[in-house]
């Protein structure tokens, strides 16, 4: 059939429209592509090529050099040291169990290392470098590069780890570093990327961790090209970071060993301080531990013997230890009720052996009493009854005021781990704590130093250089970074009367060079070097009734946990001071017949700049104390010197 013409135009004009739109819409869309291949070749490009770029080219950290901790002559006390290791690419092995074999031919490989090593390799990239062996020694290092085309994959390297050349004498000072830990990173808000690169190490005690920052500097970084597999093919280009800053201490490293030495195996601590700056000389905690063991990862059966040890070699007790003060505690019971004008320097108080206080019979350590004593009788001979009666006249919270500005009671800044606070009670405190009202006895036991009073052996130096002072001193321990000195604080007045001062420190001296004193037979007799102190003996048990009455067991006869710690400070010379002292010996027994002789050697030690001439001893105990020499320099020999030549 034939159609007609005006069917024909029709569909024509219909057909004509639909390739007019088709035609429009592809050139639409062939203008829409066109538009945004020119937008992302010309005005993206940069982008573009950055992120080809950056497949390419990879940039990596490198880890910084660690700064280096100097002591005040500047030894080295942590230090970097070339630490050689072997590393296994296990793509580049082929046979990994294979080429260990060959390792373990040429080297001694710890098994365990070898299994942590497959045990990465298993869960890492084959391309990726990781450590077969650690700490080797340079010989091994030799071995290895000489058998080097037989040994596909393996490659020596250097780098550096750190090394702390005088062992235990600074474990509790300057602490050591350790591996980078998912426990460390989970305490940092933004861990800096550095910190991801596999066995970095960072400070976990001590200076190493309060000074972090510091001692680890800033990164620096590589360019290196690698494939689509993200294997490295070569290095572009490289900048270095910058090292961490170089701190130098306060500490003496020759009187710290030799404080470290004289401790012996006690339990025990001891704080030599300089009284005019606050310097720390000498900050020992005994036992102490081989830091270096921690730097690569403690074993567990040494982590074991040091959790275990009942003197808790861990425990740094110069700062974290608190102890009841004892008797070291009544010159701060005397200064307030001086300072109060409650009594005058000879007014006396009469002690029959005990006070009757609320119905409690309270003990002076004398059981006949010392009779008729005025203030330095009773410091001089350590009455007990004297402070009984003087602190409730005063009130616990003026004794406790005046030993807060002497620094008892108080966390000072110290660049050290779990520095205590100790304790100066009040009768505020308590009820704050307990819920209980401040009993009239609370005040009696804490006039001695026992009770809820607390203080580490850092605060007694310290109180005891700001007796000497008369100066709001103030601990250091850092004594420069990076060759430019910290500035130290002198300390202000302590804005008490000056003559308060004088009737504590006669006092003191009296204990020292009073034939009558507590610590007479520890006395220093050269008579520029003579010394003010006071001895101190805190219990650690209660004494019934029924035990006074057949006799009190001697600490001789107690198992070691129950015994009394031992106490001692002093300051020397008398007539112008230099160092402050502390001793704490734990369950120790009396402090004059323990912790005063450990003290004075300290002392001598400290005025002499090393090793102290026998005419500073008394006669009786040069014999004692030659053979003491002797037997410490024969066991080290590195603490040895005359003074003239301290390095």
């Not at 490009?45 to 950290?61: G, H, K, S, W």
């Not at 590393?87 to 031919?105: K, L, M």
């Amino acid at each position: 059939m034939r159609r007609n013409p005006k069917d024909f135009e029709a569909t024509h004009r219909r057909l004509s429209r639909r390739a007019v739109v088709l035609g429009g819409a592809q050139l639409a869309m062939v203008g829409a592509l066109a538009f945004r291949m020119r937008h992302m070749q010309i005005e993206q490009a940069d982008q573009f090529r950055l992120l080809a770029e950056e497949n390419r080219i990879n940039v990596r950290l490198i880890p910084p050099k660690r700064g280096e901790i100097y002591d005040r002559f500047g030894r080295v006390i942590a230090q970097n040291s070339p630490s050689y290791r072997i590393i296994i690419v296990r793509e580049d092995a082929g046979d990994v169990d294979q080429v260990i074999g060959r390792v373990g031919r040429l080297i001694t490989l710890d098994p365990k290392e070898t299994e942590r090593a497959l045990a990465e390799m298993r869960r890492s990239p084959p391309f990726l470098p990781v450590t077969l062996a650690d700490q080797v020694s340079w010989e091994d290092i030799s071995r290895i590069a000489v058998n080097a085309p037989a040994l596909p994959g393996i490659t020596p390297e250097v780098g550096l780890t750190r090394f702390y050349p005088r062992g235990g004498d600074f474990a509790h000072v300057v602490g050591y570093v350790g591996p980078v830990s998912d426990y460390d990173l989970s305490q940092l808000q933004d861990p800096e990327p550095v910190l991801r690169i596999p066995r970095f190490q960072i400070g976990k005690v001590g200076v190493e961790a309060r000074e972090e920052q510091l001692l680890r500097g800033q990164a620096g970084a590589k360019r290196v090209e690698v494939n689509a597999a993200g294997r490295v093919m070569r290095e572009l280009s490289r900048r270095e970071g910058e090292p961490g800053a170089d701190l130098q201490l306060t500490i003496d490293a020759n009187l710290q060993g030799y404080v470290q030495a004289r401790l012996g195996n006690e339990s025990a601590a001891a704080v030599v301080m300089d009284c005019r700056t606050g310097d720390l000389r000498a900050i020992v905690s005994s036992p102490t531990y081989d830091p270096n063991l921690f730097v690569r990862g403690i074993s567990v059966g040494d982590y074991r013997a040091l959790t275990e040890h009942d003197h808790r070699p861990l425990a740094n007790k110069t700062v974290q230890g608190i102890y009841p003060p004892g008797s070291t505690y009544k010159m701060m019971t005397a200064l307030a009720a001086l300072e109060e004008g409650i009594i005058g320097p000879e007014d006396t108080v009469w002690c029959p052996g005990h006070l009757e206080v609320a119905g409690r019979r309270f003990h002076c350590w004398k059981r006949g009493g010392h009779g008729h004593v005025n203030l330095q009788n009773s410091l001089k001979q350590s009455c007990d009854v004297y402070y009984y009666d003087l602190a409730i006249k005063v009130g616990i919270d003026r004794i406790s005021a005046m030993a807060r500005r002497f620094g008892i009671g108080l966390r000072h800044d110290l660049p050290m781990s779990a520095i205590a606070e100790g304790l100066a009670p009040t009768r505020d405190w308590k009820f704050a704590t307990y819920g209980q009202k401040w009993l009239i006895g609370d005040t009696a036991n804490s006039s001695i130093g026992q009770g809820y009073v607390l203080a580490s052996p850092l605060q007694l130096a310290l109180m005891t250089a700001r007796i000497a002072s008369g100066r709001a001193v103030v601990p250091r321990l850092v004594r420069s970074v990076n060759g430019v000195e910290r500035s130290g604080d002198p300390g202000e007045d302590m804005g008490l009367d000056p003559r308060n001062l004088h009737h504590i420190r006669q006092a003191m001296f009296a204990v020292s060079n009073d034939r009558r004193g507590t610590a007479y037979g520890s006395r220093i007799i050269e008579d520029h070097h003579r010394m003010a102190s006071k001895t101190g003996t805190s219990q650690v048990r209660n004494i019934t009734a029924a035990e006074r009455a057949a006799g009190i067991i001697n600490n001789a006869d107690l198992p070691w946990n129950r015994r009394d710690h031992a106490l001692f400070v002093n300051y020397a010379p008398f007539d112008n001071p230099r160092y402050a002292v502390s001793v704490v010996v734990e369950h120790g027994g009396g402090g004059s017949a323990v912790a005063a002789p450990i003290a004075r050697d300290i002392t001598l030690q400290a005025l002499y700049e090393g090793t102290p001439p026998l005419s500073a001893y008394p006669a009786k105990d040069r014999a004692e104390v030659q053979a003491r020499q002797e037997r410490l320099y024969r066991e080290r020999p590195d603490i040895r010197t005359d003074g003239r030549n301290r390095a």
